[in-house]
């Protein structure tokens, strides 16, 4: 059968459906805790770390933007990693974004039987635990195999469905502080140079997640228009929410670093007992939306691995009827699902802390060896782009000196299974596809 004759992926996801899907993996778990301990390290400040977080993450986002403005492939920044340093270096990345975004849903479906047990407490019992989790994948995992355009549907809905709720909170504290006088603001537990890098440190990660958008361009409509598009727009949105939430956190709740659940507090000040429903419902929908963006999103990283001959080609195997990468699909639910009833990965912690920043940097870098090599392949020229490039990866170098290595063991075996791989198929070919 020769390559005309494989059945293909097919490009259906718009600008906004790739802005949407970027949204949904940015906004998870995390906005609904990180602010209380936030406004533990710089009190009233805090508002201000988010700004700067937004500002450090941009800088990364404008390299990402260019970076994949040359690129219509799967794979995200494997892809590029494997373009600018090639094979070895390519590997290394995919291994760790791999299975950085394979362990986030999975977290995620526990946080989500967690909050679910507030309206269902047998909710967390095994039987029911068991049942709830294989529902929960098992939906997005057959919606996903029957089209990627009825999976961004399914994701744009949880990304409007999780932003409505959590600006409407944001919106009612805000008209909350303007007729009621703020409370004192309690001292942060310190204000140095240290406190404000370990926040910037965890609000980076808030914002982080967005470059899982960027692995199924193979099946968007203008990959080299659109990523750097739905990248700003993202970016943009996420900072207006993230900015409104600690605002509204720090100025209405007496005492927010003893909070365990911030926004549930505000909502309960600000809307009565039933704000509290509100947030646990936004919370609900908040871990949902974020597995149903990885399930369309992570299976592609076994798929470029496939099309560059870095996994057997199986999992580039494309469904005749669906058009979709059905092995990699199922692969990924299954995995979700079998890490889901494990249960407890905290090694992912500082796996994603180092993962993230080391391929941030990366394609910073790449950047600017992509220049050299690909001269006039980008559809988006950055301005100043090497001082951005230079300035992502100090950002990164930075952050890196605040992250706990105390779980790092486990990113070398990773790094050692990467080269194993390598080893294995350093002299395989690819299959005959484009990888830009």
């Not at 970076?67 to 995200?76: D, K, L, M, Q």
């Not at 939430?245 to 365990?260: N, Y």
């Not at 909502?267 to 963006?293: E, H, N, P, R, W």
Request: hydrophobic share 55%; charged share 10%.
């Amino acid at each position: 059968m020769s390559q005309a004759d494989h059945p293909q992926l097919v490009r259906v996801i718009g600008r906004w459906s790739l802005a949407g899907l970027m949204i949904n993996t940015i906004v998870g778990s995390g906005v609904f805790g990180l602010p209380s301990v936030v406004a533990g390290l710089l009190g009233r400040g805090s508002t201000w770390a988010v700004l700067i977080a937004g500002g450090a993450v941009g800088i990364v986002i404008a390299c990402f933007a260019e970076v994949a403005s040359r690129f219509t492939a799967a794979g995200g920044p494997y892809l590029y990693a494997r373009a600018a340093f090639g094979r070895l270096v390519g590997i290394e990345v995919g291994w760790m974004f791999w299975l950085a975004r394979l362990t986030a849903p999975a977290a995620n479906a526990n946080l989500f039987v967690t909050y679910l047990g507030e309206f269902w407490p047998r909710a967390v019992q095994p039987m029911p635990r068991f049942a709830i989790l294989t529902l929960l994948i098992g939906v997005l995992v057959v919606i996903n195999l029957k089209g990627v355009g009825a999976g961004t549907q399914i994701s744009n809905f949880f990304t409007l469905a999780k932003l409505l709720p959590l600006f409407f909170i944001a919106g009612c504290g805000a008209f909350y502080l303007a007729v009621h006088a703020k409370p004192p603001a309690p001292s942060p537990q310190a204000a140095g140079i240290d406190a404000w890098l370990r926040a910037v440190l965890l609000l980076v990660f808030a914002y982080g997640g967005f470059e899982g958008a960027l692995i199924p361009m193979s099946e968007a409509k203008n990959p080299r228009r659109d990523a750097a598009f739905g990248l700003f727009a993202a970016l943009i949105t996420c900072t207006l929410l993230y900015a409104a939430i600690q605002f509204v956190v720090v100025g209405v709740l007496p005492d927010p670093a003893k909070s365990v659940r911030p926004l549930a507090d505000v909502a309960k000040i600000v809307l009565g007992s039933a704000g509290a429903i509100v947030v646990t419902l936004a919370a609900l929908v908040s871990t949902y939306g974020a597995i149903s963006a990885n399930t369309v999103s992570v299976p592609r990283i076994t798929f470029a691995f496939a099309e560059s001959g870095d996994l057997p080609s199986i999992f580039s195997a494309v469904h005749p009827t669906f058009r979709t990468p059905y092995v990699s699909i199922l692969v990924f639910g299954v995995l979700t699902w079998l890490l889901a009833l494990l249960g407890n990965f905290s090694w992912n912690v500082t796996l994603s802390a180092l993962a993230r920043l080391f391929y941030y940097g990366l394609v910073c870098a790449a950047l600017l060896v992509l220049r050299r090599k690909q001269a006039g392949a980008a559809s988006l020229q950055l301005p100043a782009g090497s001082l951005f490039a230079v300035l992502g990866i100090i950002t990164c170098l930075l952050l890196v000196t605040r992250v706990d290595l105390s779980g790092s063991l486990i990113l070398l075996g990773i790094v050692a299974i990467a080269l194993l791989n390598w080893a294995i198929v350093r002299t395989r070919q690819p299959l005959e596809k484009s990888a830009i």
